[in-house]
C-alpha cells in the first residue's frame, strides 16, 4: 500500500494521506479493507492516491490539500452504512468516494440522499446504481451487465456453448447474471447450469458436481475474489478444464495471487484500458506517478482508482475556492465531455454513466493481464 495510508481498527479513522493540520478538503471512503475483497479494495485505493497525492503535492485545490478519510466496513453492508453515517454527519465529508460493494453501496443511498453528499466512483458496476439515475451517485465505469454480455457473446463467437452460470445469491449477482443471460441469448444460447451460493458461507460441491455432470466449457463466476478462488480450485480439483471468467470486480493483482496455479487462462473482465497501453494519457500519466512513488506495474484496479480520482478532482476544481455538497453536485453533473486521458467522459442531471468502456483481458502464464 501507499506510504502514509494506516489502516487502523473498524470504529477507528484511517487516514489515507499525511497531510498538515490545516488540510480542509474531506472525503469519505467506506470500503472492505479487510475481509474477502481486500486485496482489489487495497488496489483501487492506491491508485486513488497515485493522483491525490500528486495534487496535494501542487499545492491541492485552490490552495486546499483533500484529505481522504476511510473507515473498514470489512465488506459489510451494514457496517458500510454505519460507516457512511460517520463521515457525513461527524466528519462532514464534503463527498463519498471510491466505495466497494453492490449491496453495500445501495445500503448508503438513503443517507447519501438524506444530506445531499455525492459519491464518487463506487467500485461497483451495479445496473441499479445507473437506471433510474441515483441523483448522488456519480459512476466512473460501465455496469456489470455489459461485461458480463460481452463476456458471453465472445464466448459463444469461440464456439462454447455449454456455459455455467454461478452466482452469488445478492443484488449483485442477480446484476451479473442478468448481463449474461441477454448475452447468451442474443447468441442464441442458454446456460446448462445456472446456480446460486450463500454469499456469506458458500458451498460449491454441489455446484461443481452439477457442472461436471453437465460437461461444461466454460463457467461464469460473479461473486467476489474469495469466493472466485475457492471455486475455481474447486472446479480444477474435481478435473474439471472448464474456462474460468469473471467480471471487473476480480481485476487486481491480489485476485492473481491469490488464484496461484490456478490463474493462468481465467478471463477477467475491463473497465478501462490495458494498464500498459502508453497510448492513452490516463495509463501514462498513472504509470509516471506509479514510478515515481517506486510503482513498477500498475494494475487494473489500480488505474480504476485513479481515473476516479481525476474526476473527483475535476468536480471540486469546479465548485470553486470553498466547495461544498451542494456546489460539488452541480460541478459534477456539468461535466461534459471531460478526457480523462483518451476517454471522455460524461455526465448531466439525466445521466450518470460516466464511462461505458468495456473489454475483455485473459491472466497470462507471467500472471499478468493480458488483452
Same mark, same amino acid.
Request: hydrophobic content about 45%; charged content about 20%.
Given at each position: ?10 470504529a ?15 472525503v ?7 475481509? +474477502? ?8 485505493? %492506491? ?10 503535492a501542487?499545492g491541492?485545490?485552490?490552495g486546499q ?6 473507515? %473498514?466496513d470489512?465488506? %459489510? ?38 444530506h445531499?453528499?455525492?459519491? /464518487? ?5 451495479a445496473i ?11 459512476? /466512473? ?22 456455459i ?11 446484476? =451479473? ?8 441469448a ?6 446448462? /447450469?445456472?446456480?446460486?451460493?450463500d454469499?456469506?458461507?458458500? %458451498? ?18 460473479v461473486?467476489s ?11 480444477? +480439483?474435481?478435473?474439471?478444464s ?40 490516463l ?55 471531460f478526457?480523462?486521458? =483518451?476517454?471522455?467522459?460524461n ?22 493481464f493480458?488483452?
Amino acid at each position: 500500500m501507499t506510504s502514509g495510508k494506516k489502516l487502523l481498527t473498524l470504529a477507528t479513522l484511517v487516514v489515507a494521506m499525511v497531510l498538515p493540520a490545516q488540510a480542509q478538503i474531506l472525503v469519505g471512503q467506506t470500503a472492505g479493507f479487510t475481509g +474477502q475483497v481486500a486485496a482489489g479494495v487495497r488496489e483501487t485505493t %492506491d491508485g486513488a492516491l497515485l493522483y491525490l497525492d500528486a495534487v496535494n503535492a501542487r499545492g491541492g485545490i485552490n490552495g486546499q490539500k483533500i484529505e481522504l478519510v476511510s473507515l %473498514d466496513d470489512k465488506f %459489510d453492508p451494514k457496517q458500510a452504512t454505519e460507516n457512511a453515517r460517520k463521515l457525513m454527519e461527524e466528519q462532514g465529508v464534503v463527498a463519498m468516494f471510491l466505495t466497494r460493494g453492490t449491496p453495500h453501496t445501495q445500503a448508503i443511498i438513503p443517507l447519501l440522499d438524506k444530506h445531499g453528499v455525492p459519491l /464518487v466512483a463506487p467500485s461497483t458496476g451495479a445496473i441499479v446504481l445507473h437506471r433510474p439515475v441515483q441523483k448522488h451517485i456519480f459512476n /466512473v465505469r460501465a455496469t456489470y451487465q455489459r461485461e458480463a454480455e460481452k463476456a458471453m457473446t465472445h464466448l459463444a463467437s469461440l464456439g462454447v456453448t455449454r456455459i455455467a452460470l454461478v452466482s452469488a445469491n445478492d443484488s449483485f449477482g442477480d446484476d =451479473g447474471i442478468a448481463g449474461a443471460l441477454r448475452g447468451l441469448a442474443a447468441s442464441k444460447l442458454q446456460p446448462v /447450469v445456472q446456480e446460486k451460493f450463500d454469499r456469506a458461507q458458500p %458451498d460449491f460441491a454441489p455446484i461443481v458436481a452439477k457442472a461436471a455432470k453437465a460437461e461444461v466449457q466454460a463457467v461464469l463466476m460473479v461473486a467476489s475474489g474469495a469466493a472466485v478462488v475457492e471455486a475455481t480450485n474447486a472446479l480444477r +480439483q474435481a478435473g474439471s478444464s472448464a474456462q474460468i471468467v469473471t467480471l471487473s470486480n476480480n481485476a487486481s493483482g491480489g485476485f492473481i495471487k491469490s488464484l496461484g496455479t490456478n490463474s493462468r487462462g481465467v478471463i477477467v473482465t475491463q473497465v478501462f484500458p490495458n494498464e500498459r497501453a502508453m497510448t492513452f494519457p490516463l495509463v501514462k500519466e498513472a504509470q509516471e506517478l506509479g514510478r515515481a512513488k517506486g510503482i513498477d506495474a500498475l494494475s487494473p484496479a489500480m488505474l480504476e482508482g485513479f481515473a476516479g480520482a481525476k474526476v473527483l478532482v475535476e468536480g471540486l476544481r469546479r465548485a470553486g475556492p470553498k466547495p461544498t455538497r451542494e456546489k460539488l453536485q452541480a460541478a459534477l453533473e456539468g461535466l461534459r465531455k471531460f478526457d480523462l486521458g =483518451g476517454l471522455e467522459l460524461n455526465f448531466s442531471p439525466d445521466d450518470h454513466t460516466g464511462l461505458d468502456f468495456a473489454d475483455l483481458s485473459i491472466i497470462g502464464p507471467d500472471g499478468k493481464f493480458r488483452r
